[in-house]
């Protein structure tokens, strides 16, 4: 499930909850018809409950991941479910990175801290910010 997705100010931003394929094709599609022309900074909360993902799930996260790899100029993803949940979804986020090991434009973290941290490039201010990383509507697309 897609909790929320945001395109501001060169930031494309995803809030999952359980990632699944149609949520993943949902998100493809999004980024596709608001993208534009810029290579957007894409950064995809795992957020903390998250479930352990099955096989299908988690190849349907590798290819978005790739996806996103070939579309945007970095892709962090913020892994902030623990234990075995979050364990499985680094390993799959894992493949990713070696899939693409030629790109290398995929970090995975544990805070959005560190996201903001390592944008390629300036982002949006934090107040503009904490709405958007924070506020958990049940789903919202907004380009700001």
């Known amino acids: 499930m897609v ?14 909850g359980a990632p699944h394929a149609e949520g993943c094709d949902f998100v493809r599609q999004t980024f596709a018809e608001g993208k534009g022309e810029d290579r957007l900074y894409h950064i995809a909360v795992f957020s903390e409950d998250t479930p352990i993902l099955d096989a299908g799930q988690r190849q349907a996260i590798v290819e978005l991941i790739r996806d996103m790899l070939g579309s945007c100029s970095h892709v962090t993803a913020v892994v902030e479910a623990r234990g075995a949940s979050g364990a499985v979804l680094r390993s799959a986020l894992s493949v990713a990175r070696s899939l693409e ?6 970090s995975i973290v544990d805070s ?16 503009e910010l904490e709405p958007i990383f924070f506020e958990e509507p049940p789903l919202a697309l907004q380009v700001a």
Do not use: E, K, M, N
């Open 3 to 16: 909790r929320r997705i945001v395109f501001i100010q060169g930031l494309f931003f995803v809030r999952w």
């Open 112 to 127: 959005l801290d560190r996201a903001v941290r390592w944008a390629p490039g300036p982002l949006p201010s934090a107040a």
């Open 101 to 106: 090991a030629r790109r290398c434009g995929l």
